[in-house]
């Protein structure tokens, strides 16, 4: 089951989620000219790389460090989202979590109402799906 699961993953994020995972490749490109390390997470290609957050696109997932389990199993979540929605994905959960992420209004706000980053309509739901997709 688990590699009719991986394989299954892997062709609708090709092809639903076309955009966002040529988007990813070319990340993972440049990552791996750069010796970027990575490894297979539950049919998503996971990287290591030198943003200081999480990425995820299409069948790509981009962490600081892979053993951060916590923040793997989020952009996990986002991959998830990518199945759901394809090409849907970059304008209703990519641009608005960017934007919820780096806006430094938005950052001021968080901080000083102390509003959780996971409480974003994106990140909360991302979350959720991974809990229900890894248990």
Not at 10 to 16: D, E, M, R
Request: contains cysteine.
């Amino acid at each position: 089951m688990k590699t009719l699961w991986r394989v299954w993953f892997v062709l609708w994020q090709c092809t639903w989620g076309a955009p966002q995972t040529l988007a990813g490749l070319c990340v993972r490109l440049w990552g791996r000219a750069h010796g970027w390390p990575r490894q297979r997470y539950s049919g998503a290609v996971a990287s290591a790389w030198g943003g200081g957050a999480g990425l995820s696109l299409g069948l790509f997932v981009f962490v600081p460090v892979l053993d951060d389990a916590r923040l793997l199993r989020h952009e996990y979540g986002h991959c998830l989202q990518s199945l759901l929605l394809g090409p849907l994905y970059l304008p209703v959960i990519a641009l608005p979590s960017a934007v919820w992420f780096h806006l430094p209004a938005l950052r001021r706000r968080r901080r000083q109402k102390s509003i959780s980053y996971y409480a974003f309509y994106t990140e909360h739901w991302a979350d959720a799906l991974a809990a229900w997709a890894l248990g």
